[in-house]
């Protein structure tokens, strides 16, 4: 079974830039999931989706990050404009257990630094 | 929201000896406790988890034990080897996972 696969593995920006990352998750899982994992901490999620529809978004910060998942299968996740702030690794991870939070696997990640 | 709390933050252990790291939650309507491990530069990998139905679970060295009254669980590893140095996270969950800081465990040869 493939894995939840991301690119591109790393990214590097000036501030007020803007950057996309692309998630394609484990074949049949109905449920995605962005992460923020900064140096020295534990991931923290961004977003849920379950299918094409957004489950949680509540520690996104909409002002400049937007994140969708048109047909269910693969997404993307976009930062505009980019602050210092967000350099961190970002994760995708997805699950086969609809609506709950169970076994998630995760992607390579992609870290951004923002200059 | 949910708070995870992990102690230690860095554990170092001779080989072969065992290696706990616990985690406390705030949150009593999580019911799910994973426990991931972190190699640098590579990503989280799911190593056991536990439901709040189940005190405890066994997957060959390592077991996880959960405490629901006291709101902490905790990840044991015994006979400890090199390749199990990393970072371990905890995390809890009612509806989506919080994870604790990490604890770095350093198996020395």
């Known amino acids: 079974e493939a894995g939840v696969a991301q690119s591109p593995r790393y990214k590097i920006i000036e501030k007020r830039q803007s950057v996309a990352f692309w998630c394609n998750p484990i074949s049949g899982h109905a449920t995605l999931y962005w992460y923020q994992q900064i140096l020295g901490q534990g991931p923290k999620l961004l977003i849920q989706f379950q299918n094409n529809g957004v489950v949680d978004d509540s520690q996104l910060p909409k002002d400049r990050f937007s994140a969708e998942r048109l047909k269910g299968v693969d997404s993307t996740l976009k930062i505009q404009p980019a602050k210092l702030e967000d350099s961190a690794v970002y994760l995708c991870a997805s699950s086969s257990e609809g609506g709950g939070p169970y076994e998630q696997y995760f992607g390579p990640g992609t870290r951004l630094t923002v200059t | 929201g949910e708070n995870v709390e992990q102690h230690p933050s860095t554990l170092s252990v001779q080989e072969g000896d065992s290696a706990v790291i616990k985690c406390t939650y705030s949150d009593s309507a999580s019911n799910y406790f994973p426990w991931y491990k972190q190699e640098l530069g590579k990503r989280p990998q799911l190593i056991i988890d536990?439901?709040?139905?189940?005190g405890e679970k066994k997957d060959q060295r390592i077991a996880v034990t959960l405490n629901k009254t006291a709101k902490h669980f905790s990840l044991h590893i015994t006979e400890t080897q090199p390749e199990d140095s990393a970072v371990y996270f905890c995390?809890?969950?009612?509806?989506?996972?919080?994870f604790g800081a990490g604890t770095t465990v350093t198996v020395r040869a």
């Open positions: 536990i439901r709040s139905n189940v």
């Open positions: 995390a809890a969950a009612s509806y989506k996972l919080s």
